[in-house]
């Protein structure tokens, strides 16, 4: 009976955390035309993650690199977010030039390129490319519109 109580806390406390966890995640857009309107209306730039079904390491960056909480808050406060798998845009696809798999490109609101990462990186080398793509978007902004 002692061994089902336990069974069952660890049940609760897993489920628990998980929806914890799911509140702390990155807000995707699937489709280009919205996550370009929300980055207009917010003044943001365009996180784009290119990834594929069948490619590992796109899974190991959404699993890993995506879900840590710094990565989390950094996109979630600097930028507009938007998943795209391979084949369903293969216009902005053609137009990013994505050779590999996964790819993260930041777009200003007229989709010119920031800066890209291509291939899986820890969430550490994430952010701070992140960074260093917000610190271009926030020096190319008129004076009197940065926050």
Same mark, same amino acid.
């Given at each position: 009976?002692?061994? =089902?109580?336990?069974?069952? @806390?660890?049940? %609760?406390?897993? =489920?628990?955390?998980?929806? &914890?966890?799911?509140? /702390?995640?990155?807000?995707?857009?699937?489709?280009? #035309?919205?996550? %370009? @309107?929300?980055?207009?209306?917010? /003044?943001?730039?365009?996180?784009?993650?290119? $990834?594929?079904?069948?490619?590992?390491?796109?899974?190991?960056?959404?699993?890993? $690199? =995506?879900?840590?909480?710094?990565?989390?808050?950094?996109?979630?406060?600097?930028?507009?977010?938007?998943?795209? #798998?391979? +084949?369903?845009?293969?216009? =902005?696809?053609?137009?990013? @030039?994505?050779?590999?798999?996964?790819?993260? %490109? &930041?777009?200003?609101? /007229?989709?010119?390129?920031? +800066?890209? &990462? *291509? +291939?899986?990186?820890?969430?550490?080398?994430?952010? *701070?490319?992140?960074?260093?793509?917000?610190?271009?978007?926030? #020096?190319?902004?008129?004076? #009197? $519109? &940065?926050?």
């Amino acid at each position: 009976m002692a061994y =089902l109580r336990t069974i069952a @806390a660890f049940v %609760v406390l897993a =489920l628990g955390a998980r929806c &914890v966890s799911a509140a /702390d995640q990155i807000a995707w857009h699937s489709e280009v #035309a919205a996550a %370009v @309107a929300a980055a207009e209306q917010r /003044d943001l730039p365009i996180l784009v993650y290119l $990834t594929s079904s069948h490619c590992p390491y796109c899974v190991k960056m959404k699993n890993q $690199t =995506l879900a840590a909480a710094p990565v989390v808050a950094a996109v979630g406060e600097k930028f507009v977010a938007l998943t795209v #798998a391979r +084949g369903t845009a293969p216009e =902005l696809e053609r137009r990013l @030039a994505v050779r590999a798999y996964p790819t993260t %490109v &930041v777009l200003r609101v /007229d989709q010119s390129e920031i +800066g890209r &990462v *291509t +291939g899986f990186v820890s969430p550490t080398q994430l952010t *701070t490319s992140l960074e260093r793509f917000n610190a271009i978007h926030v #020096a190319a902004k008129p004076a #009197a $519109t &940065v926050k």
